[in-house]
């Protein structure tokens, strides 16, 4: 059986740790939790819905982001799911993973198995760049997981990325991310996020100053980990290995196998993943929405989070109308 196919791994029931304070920022109304896994641990940041009864939204954040960058958008939904935002192997709060396998694919059966051993699923799956391909690849192989999919960016093949997202794929070069550090090493963490917000954001004054000091500190503690540069080269590796898969593994093909309702959304001034990419995307995912905001940059739901909750609400009313509907005749 090929590497990338996702077959159903038998999965203990999860117990949720409750994560030490410090970790992490925490936002006011979200709550984090650790859930310990075969093989792995992973962190969540939730965001309870207003009430009992609502169905379940997972998030999923991009390469060197992490759960925090849904702190914006999933209040505006908290009327309508009940949130919660995974930081993926090796990224925000959680480890490593034992087999070191930060694949797009090891990132999907790392989601897939959350949501087996919570029993959470079909969820609202939303997911931003690297996120958005995971999400993808969970979608076409365990269709039964997914209400909806929500797609920000997502980070799927290219035939001629753009010369700002070079540096990502270099990055997935052996022994590059080790040059990169050193060359780095006297760069403060105010330095690098201003620098990530010039790539990231279509405009990087729309964050305000809480943000930016936010994004300071984590930037700090992250630096301080001594797998932050392996998970990041890793990742990086497991994009574009997966960008050149053919056949039926391959994430274009993935994305003509999803059943759920699908909304993407794509940035006029991305930097990363191509604007032209979205009138493909919207060919390939079927009967799917587009949201197209032209100067919104890498991280649509971070700079226009109202804009896109209106966008991912309506998605979600009408895949649950639909749902209530079948379920009345």
């Known amino acids: 059986m090929s590497s990338t196919e996702l077959p159903e791994t038998p999965t203990a029931a999860a117990t949720p740790v409750t994560v030490p304070p410090g970790t992490g920022r925490i936002a006011d109304g979200e709550e984090m939790r650790s859930v310990p896994l075969p093989g792995l641990t992973l962190n969540l940041r939730t965001r309870p819905g207003d009430r009992p009864g609502l169905p379940p939204a997972l998030y999923v954040h991009g390469l060197g982001g992490s759960s925090q960058n849904w702190s914006g958008l999933m209040p505006l939904l908290s009327d309508l799911v009940d949130g919660a935002a995974v930081d993926l192997p090796g990224f925000g709060d959680s480890p490593p993973p034992d087999d070191s396998d930060y694949s797009v694919t090891g990132h999907a059966r790392a989601v897939i198995r959350l949501l087996d051993a919570e029993g959470r699923g079909p969820v609202h799956l939303v997911g931003n760049s690297m996120g958005g391909a995971v999400a993808t690849r969970v979608a076409a192989v365990r269709?039964?997981?997914?209400?909806?999919?929500?797609?920000?960016?997502?980070?799927l093949p290219e035939l001629r990325p753009q010369r700002t997202?070079?540096?990502t794929v270099l990055l997935a070069v052996p022994g590059v991310a080790g040059?990169?550090?050193k060359l780095t090493r006297e760069w403060t963490a105010e330095q690098r996020v201003l620098g990530v917000l010039s790539l990231c954001y279509g405009d990087p004054r729309r964050a305000s100053e809480e943000e930016l000091r936010q994004a300071v500190e984590e930037?700090?503690?992250?630096?301080?980990l001594p797998y932050f540069w392996d998970a990041m080269a890793r990742s990086s590796r497991g994009i574009?290995?997966?960008y050149t898969l053919g056949g039926?593994?391959?994430?274009?093909?993935?994305a003509e196998r999803v059943l759920a309702p699908t909304l993407l959304v794509y940035g006029g001034r991305d930097r990363l993943v191509s604007y032209r990419m979205a009138r493909k995307a919207a060919a390939a995912?079927?009967?799917s929405r587009l949201l197209t905001l032209p100067e919104a940059g890498h991280v649509a739901m971070m700079e226009y989070p109202?804009?896109?909750?209106?966008?991912?609400?309506e998605l979600i009313t009408d895949a649950e109308g639909g749902a209530a509907a079948e379920g009345g005749s």
């Open 248 to 254: 039926q593994h391959g994430l274009w093909r993935q």
């Open 306 to 313: 109202r804009t896109v909750a209106t966008a991912v609400r």
């Open 240 to 242: 574009v290995d997966a």
């Open 179 to 181: 040059l990169l550090a």
């Open 219 to 224: 930037m700090e503690r992250r630096l301080e």
């Open 143 to 155: 269709p039964d997981l997914v209400r909806t999919l929500t797609l920000v960016s997502p980070a």
């Open 165 to 167: 997202a070079w540096p």
């Open 285 to 287: 995912f079927r009967g």
